[in-house]
């Protein structure tokens, strides 16, 4: 029995219960947040890539808040190998159960196409590079932002759409089963880009059908950084020198890091430790634990001079892109989109503490990985990933949509979740004076602006708005009540926009909304049409 293969089961799946359960507790509430954002600070990839990327440290301390836990584990991975791949890393167990469940009841054999090591450490050298340039792309591949972003955004609405199916059903298994877990009808969020973030995740799973742990061994520039820095490890595999070269070695092993000519040498950067390998037809020939002998192992890592400096040189073209605006989403006039209006968390304190002023693109999106956790976190769903209004270098960073949600007064959970510090920490009483974005109103389809007999009084953007920021004026001495916004009142949380019930047949939209602040002299006002009440106070 290989007992060090059950042993790594038992944690992989361990681990990845921990990923779950943390990834559950990630929501507001009035206690204290806990380490939600474990996996994510423990990343060395993300670590790096966002001090290198960082336009903007107030302090030393938050240089190594970030970097530390990520230090830790690439320390770790020195001393020992790489060990996280094969015991830790969430995706590396999913990958692996999609294998045994799916993969291996159809297909044995891996392809020859599956053996591409190389291009994982080109992947390495583009992403870091490019971050030198205040460009982070390190988000699209590496592998816990990949998951923390699937399961947030894709899985748990998926399971909260299931929980109010099951407590809809008044009858039957369903109620019964509803019934015995305590199940209660919640409010069913979804997100933008879930999709695409459902077929990312399934095209990695599905790469298993030409190779065993396909991304793995040629696609994550995580696992390239880890290999990198085990490839000296002591934990790793010795061979007798009675070995039978029977290659039973080389087919279990899942990495490839067994070469087929030398079953008894290991390439160490390649080896997860998984414990494959000791399923020898003699027992005692090989073995997996602490050693100083260095015979029989590969250091050298599977990457020529050339391919390296290509991928550093695309890292640099696309870092370039992304620092002279050709891809930072940057209008004619020089400013951004109306509606990418970030979270209050996007705040930078002075020496002293105080919040100094909102965090300009450049800083947010070079700390932003885009893991998905604060929109998973957000009590009401406003926070949505960016699509087009950021550009390509902000697609998938957090806006504010008042559209699906509102930002809720008493929350300050963005700012406590994210892991780089793309947002930051601050309190609700703080909250009152971050100003994200300005409310306006559209004169044209406010029912409340009409004249005649297509006045309409309606005070909801008022009545909701938690700031007291939307005021009732008789401009005209008419004794007809309007919603003005006072502007230095307004914070731009998105209440009025979300509870409007007016706008246009045609076009349905809030008469009153929120723009981003530095184009808000630039915001268009449509032509005047009928108005018609939406039912209901909420869209």
Not at 34 to 50: H, K
Request: charged share 15%.
């Amino acid at each position: 029995m290989n007992r060090g293969r059950l042993a790594r089961r038992l944690v992989q799946m361990a681990f990845l219960v921990l990923f779950v359960v943390l990834l559950r507790a990630a929501k507001w509430s009035p206690e204290h947040v806990g380490p939600v954002s474990v996996f994510l600070r423990s990343d060395p990839l993300a670590a790096l890539v966002t001090v290198l990327s960082g336009l903007h440290w107030a302090s030393a301390g938050q240089v190594l808040w970030v970097v530390v836990p990520g230090l830790v584990v690439l320390g770790l991975t020195a001393l020992f190998g790489r060990f996280y791949c094969g015991w830790i890393c969430p995706l590396g167990t999913c990958i692996d159960l999609f294998g045994a469940a799916v993969v291996r009841p159809v297909k044995r054999r891996d392809s020859r196409w599956g053996r591409l090591p190389w291009l994982k450490y080109c992947l390495l050298a583009a992403v870091l590079l490019s971050a030198l340039l205040g460009a982070q792309t390190a988000w699209l591949l590496d592998p816990i932002p990949l998951t923390t972003r699937t399961f947030a955004t894709v899985f748990h609405p998926a399971l909260l759409q299931v929980q109010n199916w099951l407590a809809m059903h008044s009858s039957g298994p369903a109620a019964a089963l509803s019934s015995r877990l305590g199940l209660q009808i919640v409010v069913d969020r979804g997100f933008a880009l879930a999709w695409p973030v459902a077929a990312v995740f399934a095209l990695v799973l599905g790469l298993s059908f030409i190779s065993r742990r396909y991304w793995c061994r040629n696609l994550c520039p995580l696992g390239a950084l880890l290999g990198f820095a085990g490839r000296w490890g002591m934990w790793r595999r010795v061979v007798s020198e009675d070995c039978l070269h029977c290659k039973r070695c080389v087919a279990d092993c899942k990495m490839g890091a067994i070469p087929e000519d030398r079953p008894d040498h290991t390439i160490t950067s390649e080896c997860i430790l998984c414990y494959n390998c000791l399923s020898c037809p003699r027992p005692g020939l090989s073995r997996i634990g602490i050693s100083g002998d260095s015979r029989g192992h590969d250091r050298a890592v599977a990457a020529s001079r050339r391919r390296i400096l290509g991928a550093a040189g695309a890292g640099l073209a696309y870092g370039l892109l992304a620092r002279t605006g050709l891809a930072s989403g940057r209008q004619s006039d020089g400013g951004y989109h109306r509606l990418l209006i970030r979270p209050p968390g996007a705040i930078v304190r002075d020496s002293s503490g105080h919040v100094a002023r909102m965090m300009t693109e450049a800083e947010l999106r070079s700390q932003c990985i885009r893991c998905g956790l604060c929109m998973k976190a957000c009590v009401t769903g406003v926070l949505q990933p960016a699509v087009f209004e950021g550009g390509l270098d902000g697609f998938y960073t957090p806006v504010v949509n008042a559209s699906v949600g509102w930002c809720e007064q008493n929350c300050d959970i963005c700012g406590s979740v994210c892991p780089t510090g793309a947002l930051r920490p601050f309190t609700v009483e703080e909250k009152s004076h971050i100003q994200i974005a300005r409310a306006q109103i559209d004169q044209h389809t406010c029912l409340s602006w009409q004249t005649g007999d297509e006045y309409q009084l309606c005070l909801v953007c008022s009545e909701v708005c938690s700031y007291h920021a939307v005021a009732n004026v008789d401009t005209d001495g008419s004794g007809q009540l309007r919603p003005v916004v006072c502007p230095n009142t307004c914070v731009g949380c998105g209440i009025c926009e979300f509870n409007c019930p007016a706008g246009p047949p045609e076009a349905p939209s809030a008469a009153i909304r929120i723009y981003r602040l530095d184009s808000f002299d630039a915001s268009e006002r449509g032509p005047r049409r009928r108005q018609r009440l939406r039912l209901g106070g909420n869209r």
